[in-house]
């Protein structure tokens, strides 16, 4: 009756229920370190050897921000020999991503004190109820994982530059396979996190191909869209929900109750005033006096319980259902609470919803790289574009990674959803024999004839055309093809 996802969600919080309540932070720590992306033999993980090689990194050339990160850096920038310079300063650093691509698990443990003592000070760490109090939590090591990304990036344009290109595409595939594994961790933070930086990879990748593609082989794109990158796999089935927070929740919600089962009026002040203080600074004022009320009204301790459980295995179920299945317009179990009987469980709990936006963002990266490394392979080998992305199917690339995860498929009845292999539809297509503009967040660019366009419809489901890239989360079309940052930088919009 219910999928493997599922099932691993009620599992597990049947268990999360028997070993944390009344234990605290110690509680929480095995629990979170007894997960599939944490546990395993020392061989298996790559987390020391990764982050060994991190703490090795000499400083960047600027502090990371807006106009410095792993979506900047390339060769026409204006500090290119500085990031140059130190790309091949810190090389030992292309083992390790290597190394750490063949590994079964990153492995990171959680807790602080569970890190080499040069880790802690380097802020390598995932910790979780610093001081304490369990709603705090520590994940410095993503700021790492954003410097290597700069230096990945960095140096596989590099190579590109040097015309060392199978080496190149080696160290960014297992780049992306890498921040891949950091995807599987056990928080919303953390996934998110990590998703993004993912997508950003992909957009990397793509640029890479435009920029270098006379230089990299047909079987290289070959090898790339038909093996390598449909590795990535992002569905349902392969990307799991995050089950550290409902752990850490299900642990508060112990603390704030007495041994009777009944709201514990202080606690209720003191946590939950200092929980919903730090999501929302600015509503400490009167805070206190609010959650100090509600103890008086709220439900007790076990059915509280049932109510986050509730919320999460609703939230399984949506995540194993295909896209845009007619029960996924329901309200949640989460809208259903009751702001005031389940005002605890509904703040201690994180809302994941953005997750599966951001899921079938990275799922839509993926299969359009995988697509755009194909139709550079055809373009390679034939001299022009396919008429159609079916051209380059078998030979270069299976026809199932052609779904955009934002173009619904048109259905008569409901039951035709049992009777398709993919929920969605195909990219969108068009080969370009004159110049045609395109709108990008940064101004107008152009994209030279003899091109070829493909593009995801995006948040709103609609079709623009492909010539005003607003990007899937503002809700307008999604360029894949030709990359969009290439464009811009063709067009002088961004240095």
């Known amino acids: ?55 090795e990194l000499t400083p960047p050339p600027a502090p990371l921000g807006e106009t410095f990160n792993m979506n900047t850096v390339w060769p026409g920038m204006p500090s290119w020999n500085g990031v140059d310079a130190w790309a091949e300063e810190n090389e030992h650093m292309e083992g390790a991503v290597l190394e750490a691509a063949q590994r079964v698990v990153i492995g990171l443990p959680y807790g602080a004190e569970r890190v080499p003592a040069n880790f802690r000070a380097a802020g390598i760490v995932a910790d979780v109820g610093a001081g304490g109090q369990l709603h705090r939590l520590n994940f410095g090591y993503i700021d790492t994982v954003r410097v290597e990304t700069v230096w990945a990036t960095a140096y ?69 869209a038909s093996d390598e990158i449909p590795f990535l796999r992002a569905d349902a089935t392969h990307l799991l929900m995050p089950e550290g927070d409902r752990v850490v929740a299900l642990a508060l919600i ?33 805070a206190s006096r609010y959650w100090e009320e509600i103890s008086h009204i709220h439900d007790g301790d076990g059915t ?58 990275l799922e839509t990266e993926i299969n359009g790289t995988a697509i755009a490394a194909a139709l550079c392979g055809y ?18 690339i299976g026809r199932l990674m052609n779904a955009d995860r934002f173009r619904p498929l048109t259905l008569r009845y409901e039951q035709d959803w049992i009777t398709y292999d993919r929920d969605v539809e195909e990219f969108h297509y068009q080969c370009l024999s004159s110049p045609t503009s395109i709108d990008t967040p940064m101004g107008r660019a152009e994209i030279p004839a003899d091109e070829c366009l493909l593009y995801s419809v995006g948040g709103d489901h609609e079709n623009n055309g492909g010539t005003d890239h607003t990007g899937i989360v503002a809700g ?3 360029v894949i093809w030709p990359p969009v940052k290439s464009l811009e930088r063709a067009a002088g919009l961004v240095d």
């Not at 919080?13 to 009344?22: C, E, F, H």
């Not at 259902?321 to 005031?340: F, G, I, K, S, W």
């Not at 080998?381 to 199917?393: E, I, L, N």
């Open 1 to 55: 009756m219910f999928g493997r996802s599922t099932l691993t969600g009620l599992i597990v919080a049947a268990i999360v229920v028997q070993t944390t309540a009344g234990r605290g932070r110690d509680a929480v720590l095995d629990q979170l370190n007894a997960t599939a992306s944490v546990q395993g033999t020392k061989e298996a993980k790559a987390w020391e050897g990764f982050f060994g090689a991190c703490l």
């Open 254 to 286: 112990g603390e704030l109750f007495d041994s009777n089962g009944r709201p514990d009026t202080a606690k209720f002040r003191e946590i939950l005033t200092d929980i919903q203080a730090e999501r929302e600074p600015l509503t400490r004022f009167g």
């Open 304 to 361: 509280s319980r049932d109510r986050l459980n509730l919320i999460y295995d609703d939230w399984w179920r949506r995540w194993r259902m295909r896209a845009y299945h007619p029960m996924l317009e329901a309200d949640t179990e989460l809208q259903r609470a009751n702001v005031v009987r389940h005002g605890a469980v509904i703040l201690a709990i994180r809302d994941i919803q953005e997750l599966f936006l951001q899921r079938d963002v």
């Open 156 to 224: 596989a344009y590099k190579l590109l530059e040097a015309g060392e290109t199978q080496r190149a595409l080696r160290l960014t595939m297992a780049q992306l396979v890498v921040l891949r594994k950091f995807c599987d961790r056990e928080f919303l933070e953390e996934k998110i996190a990590f998703m993004s930086m993912l997508s950003g990879g992909l957009e990397n990748m793509r640029d890479m191909f435009y920029s270098y593609r006379d230089k990299i082989s047909v079987n290289q794109f070959r090898t790339l």
């Open 476 to 478: 307008g079309d999604f």
């Open 379 to 396: 373009r390679n080998h034939f001299g022009v574009f396919p008429a159609s992305p079916k051209k380059t199917y078998a030979q270069f």
